[in-house]
């Protein structure tokens, strides 16, 4: 999301004519704002128009504008992705990230949340967040999506992002599929529930926590939502 914080202005002494200077940020789905220089623009009434005529060249400048800050948005998110979440890193130690409340432990593996959090995306709000954690290395997000609307836009969100996705049906679900570097993206929508689950793995880790579970023939299990039945994870 794109917003103009403020605007900053500075005339030079001794002329007609100034300057003023505009100045933004850029806000990604995580939250980090990053300042950004827009545009300089000169200010007077004795100001000069060009040659080209007033207007001619601001439209082309603007839309370039726009095109540019829309592309290193979308670059810029897919990148932090890559690295973390929110904020959390990969592979990160769960005591490296505050307020974590232990929800459930099965062998190597450990889920947290982390009280009253949502998680914005594509104009939705995903709720019920858990953090998974393998041998102390965070390797996967989960969270609910909480109705059928909601889902869809999740699902056009992510299409429009990391391209149509890969389908598998199941006998009461189809599972929706995103491949980006070392992320999978899961949506699973359910025939007969309300509420879809979507999750963020961090592959070089959650392999190994599937082969972990092979050698082991474990199932571990985790409920979409308090009071319905608990469901396998699979990565």
């Given at each position: 999301m794109f917003r103009t914080d403020?605007?900053?202005?500075?005339e030079t002494a001794g002329e007609a004519r100034g300057t003023r200077r505009t100045?933004?940020?850029?806000?990604?789905?995580?939250?980090?704002?990053?300042?950004?220089?827009?545009?300089?623009?000169?200010?007077?009434l004795s100001?000069?128009?060009?040659?080209?005529?007033?207007?001619?060249?601001?439209p082309t400048i603007a839309g370039l504008m726009i095109f540019v800050l829309t592309f290193w948005v979308a670059h810029a998110s897919a990148e932090d992705l890559q690295t973390s979440f929110t904020g959390i890193a990969w592979g990160a130690a769960a005591e490296d990230t505050r307020n974590l409340t232990l929800t459930r432990e099965d062998g190597d593996?450990?889920?947290?949340?982390r009280p009253d959090e949502f998680y914005p995306l594509g104009g939705v709000t995903c709720e019920?967040?858990?953090?998974?954690?393998?041998?102390?290395?965070f390797f996967a997000v989960f969270m609910t999506v909480?109705?059928?609307a909601d889902f869809r836009e999740v699902r056009e969100h992510l299409n429009?992002?990391?391209g149509d996705a890969r389908s598998q049906m199941r006998m009461d679900r189809?599972?929706?599929?995103?491949?980006?570097l070392d992320i999978k993206i899961k949506l699973k929508h359910y025939e007969e529930r309300e509420a879809a689950k979507l999750a963020y793995y961090y592959t070089p880790l959650s392999t190994k926590v599937n082969e972990a579970r092979k050698a082991t023939k474990s199932e571990t299990v985790i409920k979409i939502d308090a009071g319905e039945e608990e469901e396998l994870l699979d990565f």
């Amino acid at each position: 999301m794109f917003r103009t914080d403020a605007e900053k202005v500075r005339e030079t002494a001794g002329e007609a004519r100034g300057t003023r200077r505009t100045y933004g940020a850029l806000t990604d789905e995580g939250g980090s704002v990053t300042p950004l220089f827009i545009r300089r623009e000169r200010i007077g009434l004795s100001a000069r128009p060009s040659k080209r005529g007033p207007h001619l060249m601001r439209p082309t400048i603007a839309g370039l504008m726009i095109f540019v800050l829309t592309f290193w948005v979308a670059h810029a998110s897919a990148e932090d992705l890559q690295t973390s979440f929110t904020g959390i890193a990969w592979g990160a130690a769960a005591e490296d990230t505050r307020n974590l409340t232990l929800t459930r432990e099965d062998g190597d593996e450990r889920y947290y949340t982390r009280p009253d959090e949502f998680y914005p995306l594509g104009g939705v709000t995903c709720e019920d967040i858990r953090y998974g954690y393998y041998q102390n290395q965070f390797f996967a997000v989960f969270m609910t999506v909480k109705n059928q609307a909601d889902f869809r836009e999740v699902r056009e969100h992510l299409n429009e992002r990391y391209g149509d996705a890969r389908s598998q049906m199941r006998m009461d679900r189809t599972i929706y599929i995103w491949d980006f570097l070392d992320i999978k993206i899961k949506l699973k929508h359910y025939e007969e529930r309300e509420a879809a689950k979507l999750a963020y793995y961090y592959t070089p880790l959650s392999t190994k926590v599937n082969e972990a579970r092979k050698a082991t023939k474990s199932e571990t299990v985790i409920k979409i939502d308090a009071g319905e039945e608990e469901e396998l994870l699979d990565f």
